[in-house]
């Protein structure tokens, strides 16, 4: 019996090589099919639902995509591709807030596992993307409902205006005076209400000095300035140890996170979410 558990699992091992040989080179079909024979043989292997799913990604088949990804963060829960499956299926059905969640989720994994892989780029990427989406969606909708109301109120005050020159002889420019200064007062109200929803210039304090991107995962050197933690890794390892700016000697160990700025960033970023815009 054991010897054919151990059987099983080696053989689903070399299907999921196989599948992964086949999706190199573009064979989606039959890479799905080596995922699926490795699933009938172990099932509860996360991974291979997570590289099925992708293989689905591939072929736009969120639904598959969704119900592989779903069934690989149930097997386990700290599985970053499966989150991030998840996430970009729910966000293909508009399903903002949930798909959002997952990315997050997948982010903050992946960050924990390793801050300079490729895929915490990619997921961040898609996340501000997803984000950037709702925000549109939503601000489109606020913005017609402001344009709604303002004339309605407009529609009002000059109907109310009509009403006063009608009954009031004599006082018509004072009437009319009246109300061009509440119109006036109208339209600061509504332009004040847009504010949020105007996209300007991002504060330079939210922003890495290397990047000039606004902090995703802000880190702090004891030189007091402020760096995204992978890029400033990344110089650590390829140009040198130490501080782009002061020049200091930096080791990585000598980063600490700085929450002031990440707390700063994600309320910036949830009052104004045009900035997660990408160019």
């Given at each position: ?31 799905i099919d080596a995922y699926t ?147 006036e007062a109208l339209d600061s ?26 902090f995703r995962d802000p880190v ?60």
């Amino acid at each position: 019996m054991v010897k054919g558990v151990q059987s099983g699992t080696v053989q689903a091992e070399q299907l999921k090589q196989d599948g992964n040989l086949y999706f190199k080179k573009n064979r989606l079909g039959a890479a799905i099919d080596a995922y699926t024979e490795a699933i009938t043989l172990s099932p509860n292997v996360s991974v291979y639902w997570t590289n099925r799913a992708v293989c689905y990604r591939k072929r736009n088949d969120w639904t598959r995509v969704e119900e592989d990804s779903r069934k690989a963060v149930e097997l386990d829960h700290t599985s970053v591709k499966g989150h991030y499956m998840l996430g970009l299926a729910l966000v293909q059905r508009e399903k903002y807030a949930e798909g959002i969640k997952e990315l997050q989720r997948a982010l903050d994994l992946g960050r924990g596992a390793s801050p300079q892989n490729y895929m915490v780029e990619e997921i961040w990427e898609d996340l501000a993307k997803a984000q950037y989406s709702e925000w549109e969606r939503n601000s489109t909708k606020r913005s017609w409902d402001l344009q709604n109301l303002k004339e309605r109120c407009v529609t009002a005050l000059i109907e109310k205006r009509l009403r006063d020159d009608a009954e009031v002889e004599g006082f018509i420019d004072e009437v009319t005076d009246s109300t061009s200064q509440q119109l006036e007062a109208l339209d600061s109200v509504f332009s004040k209400a847009a504010e949020s929803d105007t996209p300007t210039e991002l504060p330079d304090y939210l922003c890495c000095r290397i990047t000039l991107d606004i902090f995703r995962d802000p880190v702090i050197a004891p030189s007091g300035f402020t760096y995204e933690k992978a890029t400033i890794l990344e110089h650590l390892e390829q140009v040198g140890n130490f501080d782009p700016i002061t020049r200091q000697p930096l080791y990585p160990w000598g980063l600490v996170p700085n929450l002031a700025i990440k707390e700063a960033v994600e309320a910036y970023l949830e009052k104004h979410g045009w900035a997660y815009k990408m160019d």
